[in-house]
T-cell receptor, first 111, second 116 residues
Framework: QKEVEQDPGPLSVPEGAIVSLNCTYS??????FMWYRQYSRKGPELLMY????GNKEDGRFTAQVDKSSKYISLFIRDSQPSDSATYLC???????????FGKGTRLSVIA | GAGVSQSPRYKVAKRGQDVALRCDPI?????LFWYQQALGQGPEFLTY????????KSGLPSDRFFAERPEGSVSTLKIQRTQQEDSAVYLC??????????????FGSGTRLTVV
C-alpha cells in the first residue's frame, strides 16, 4: 500500500458542477497538506496549502483536512472548463522532508 | 527568466546511453529539487540542493543517477547507462526560502525522457 492513495479517475463533470477530490494516507506523522494542479505537459502548480487539520477557502476552492480519518479533500465550486487538469494531493512531515504525492486525479469539465 | 526553465523538453535515448538534463531555476532561488514523474503517477522526490550543497539524495533510484549544482544556480541531472524504466518526466522546482519547508515552490515544465 502506498503512503498516499488517490483515485486517478478520470472524472468528468458538467460546467458549473461542484467537484470533490480526495486522498487518503497511512502515515499519521504528515502535518503539511497541499493540492497541486497540473495541466498537460506542464509542471504542477500549488493551489492550496493547509497545516494540520481544518478547512481553508480560496475563491472557488476549499481544502479540508481530517487527520483523525487520514483524509483530505479539495472542493471546486462552479467548475469551469479551464479547471480541466490533473489534481495532485501532496503531503509532508515537516520542513525537513520531501513532498509525497498522490497519483493525481484527471478532471474534465465539460462546457 | 520569470520561471523555472528545463532543457531539453524532450529527449529520446537509446538504452545504455548517458543523458544530461538541465534546470535553470528562478534567479536568486536558494532551494532546488528534482522529481521523477512516471506516466500516470505523481512526482517522486529524487534529490534536493540548498545553494550548491546537495543536502538530500535519498530518492535517487540507483548509482546511475547523479545530480550537481556547482555554482548554486543551474543544476544538471545525469543518468548513466539509461534503462527503459528510466523513461519518465523529470521535473525541477526551485524556492526562494532557505528553510526546507518545500511547499509553494515553482516547478518547471519538465524534460520528458524516453529510453528506447
Amino acid at each position: 500500500q502506498k503512503e498516499v492513495e488517490q483515485d486517478p479517475g478520470p472524472l468528468s463533470v458538467p460546467e458549473g458542477a461542484i467537484v470533490s477530490l480526495n486522498c487518503t494516507y497511512s502515515n499519521s506523522a504528515f502535518q503539511y497538506f497541499m493540492w497541486y494542479r497540473q495541466y498537460s505537459r506542464k509542471g504542477p502548480e500549488l493551489l492550496m496549502y493547509t497545516y494540520s487539520s481544518g478547512n481553508k477557502e480560496d475563491g472557488r476552492f476549499t481544502a479540508q483536512v481530517d487527520k483523525s480519518s487520514k483524509y483530505i479533500s479539495l472542493f471546486i465550486r462552479d467548475s469551469q472548463p479551464s479547471d480541466s487538469a490533473t489534481y495532485l494531493c501532496a503531503m509532508t512531515y515537516s520542513g525537513n522532508t520531501p513532498l509525497v504525492f498522490g497519483k493525481g486525479t484527471r478532471l474534465s469539465v465539460i462546457a | 527568466g520569470a520561471g523555472v526553465s528545463q532543457s531539453p523538453r524532450y529527449k529520446v535515448a537509446k538504452r545504455g546511453q548517458d543523458v544530461a538534463l538541465r534546470c535553470d531555476p528562478i534567479s536568486g532561488h536558494v532551494s532546488l529539487f528534482w522529481y521523477q514523474q512516471a506516466l500516470g503517477q505523481g512526482p517522486e522526490f529524487l534529490t534536493y540542493f540548498q545553494n550548491e550543497a546537495q543536502l538530500d539524495k535519498s530518492g535517487l533510484p540507483s548509482d546511475r543517477f547523479f545530480a550537481e549544482r556547482p555554482e548554486g544556480s543551474v543544476s544538471t541531472l545525469k543518468i548513466q547507462r539509461t534503462q527503459q524504466e528510466d523513461s519518465a518526466v523529470y521535473l525541477c522546482a526551485s524556492s526562494l526560502a532557505e528553510a526546507r519547508i518545500n511547499y509553494g515552490y515553482t516547478f518547471g515544465s519538465g524534460t520528458r525522457l524516453t529510453v528506447v
